[in-house]
């Protein structure tokens, strides 16, 4: 289903600012795949997803989707095939717009735009419906400014926007990582539901090694730009956060230096 081979990428190259931030990341996921990706901090997790997102053009190597080759697809152009949901609520929805005006426009993402704007009845009535599964009663304040909702409820309808079409491939960065522990693990479980119900195949980066663990069917460990670890379902049931330490440390020749990691 998804295909990265050999992705590189340096930024601020030939400066004293040059970081090799990929280097030669392959991997694949198969028809409904969750994959999350945990790694200390530069890493290149974030890096890898945009990549794959195509926020930036990759130095060398190749992407697919659906055998698809998208490696010189633009951002927007990917759009029709990959749904995101990014670590700071702010970013996945418009403030000054309203809930129905934010799902409209996710709703309409890659078809064509005339000039009226009117949200129709069925498009209505799909929102209410949508909204109704994140059980935060949102379907009865769709003209409620996004601006307005908490962390939690603007991280909920992001992740509702960016998986209405039912996208080939969603990417989650870190997306409860801004929000308090009891918040989290709702947001958290509204993602695997909503997964679990659209079929999705999924990419999650992730600091939290607990949460790695418990969600998806495997986890694929990054150090230094490149992927060193990927670690299937069989072997993932039997692990504690403590194994996963001691692979990290076998694989890389290094220690885990993130807090987060180490906290979580």
Same mark, same amino acid.
């Given at each position: 289903?998804?295909?990265?081979?050999?992705?590189?990428?340096?930024?601020?190259?030939?400066?004293?600012?040059?970081?090799?931030?990929?280097?030669?990341?392959?991997?694949?996921?198969?028809?409904?795949?969750?994959?999350?990706?945990?790694?200390?901090?530069?890493?290149?997790?974030?890096?890898?997803?945009?990549?794959?997102?195509?926020?930036?053009?990759?130095?060398?190597?190749?992407?697919?989707?659906?055998?698809?080759?998208?490696?010189?697809?633009?951002?927007?152009?990917?759009?029709?095939?990959?749904?995101?949901?990014?670590?700071?609520?702010?970013?996945?929805?418009?403030?000054?717009?309203?809930?129905?005006?934010?799902?409209?426009?996710?709703?309409?993402?890659?078809?064509?735009?005339?000039?009226?704007?009117?949200?129709?009845?069925?498009?209505?009535?799909?929102?209410? /419906?949508? =909204?109704?599964?994140?059980?935060?009663?949102?379907?009865?304040?769709?003209? #409620?400014?996004?601006? +307005? !909702? %908490?962390?939690?409820?603007?991280?909920?309808?992001?992740?509702?926007?960016?998986?209405?079409?039912?996208?080939?491939?969603?990417?989650?960065?870190?997306?409860?990582?801004?929000?308090?522990?009891?918040?989290?693990?709702?947001?958290?479980?509204?993602?695997?539901?909503?997964?679990?119900?659209?079929?999705?195949?999924?990419?999650?980066?992730?600091?939290?090694?607990?949460?790695?663990?418990?969600?998806?069917?495997?986890?694929?460990?990054?150090?230094?730009?490149?992927?060193?670890?990927?670690?299937?379902?069989?072997?993932?049931?039997?692990?504690?956060?403590? /194994?996963? =330490?001691?692979?990290?440390?076998?694989?890389?020749?290094?220690?885990?230096? #993130?807090?987060?990691? +180490? !906290? %979580?």
């Amino acid at each position: 289903m998804l295909k990265a081979n050999n992705l590189r990428k340096t930024f601020s190259p030939g400066t004293v600012n040059e970081k090799f931030a990929l280097n030669g990341v392959s991997l694949q996921l198969a028809e409904r795949d969750f994959i999350t990706v945990i790694g200390g901090n530069g890493a290149g997790k974030s890096t890898l997803l945009n990549a794959i997102a195509g926020v930036f053009p990759i130095d060398s190597g190749d992407i697919f989707i659906d055998s698809k080759d998208v490696t010189k697809y633009p951002e927007h152009k990917r759009s029709q095939f990959i749904g995101r949901v990014f670590q700071d609520p702010i970013m996945g929805t418009a403030s000054s717009m309203t809930i129905e005006e934010n799902l409209a426009m996710a709703h309409r993402r890659g078809k064509p735009r005339g000039l009226g704007w009117g949200i129709t009845n069925d498009e209505r009535a799909l929102f209410i /419906d949508h =909204l109704k599964i994140l059980g935060l009663g949102l379907e009865n304040r769709l003209t #409620s400014k996004t601006g +307005l !909702l %908490s962390g939690g409820q603007r991280q909920a309808l992001t992740l509702l926007m960016a998986t209405i079409l039912k996208p080939r491939l969603l990417l989650l960065d870190e997306h409860t990582a801004a929000l308090d522990p009891k918040t989290a693990q709702t947001v958290l479980d509204l993602t695997e539901r909503i997964i679990s119900e659209n079929q999705l195949t999924v990419i999650m980066v992730t600091h939290n090694m607990k949460d790695a663990l418990k969600t998806g069917n495997r986890i694929a460990m990054m150090h230094e730009g490149d992927i060193i670890l990927d670690i299937g379902s069989d072997e993932k049931k039997s692990l504690h956060v403590s /194994d996963l =330490l001691e692979m990290f440390e076998k694989a890389s020749g290094d220690q885990i230096s #993130s807090d987060r990691m +180490l !906290l %979580s």
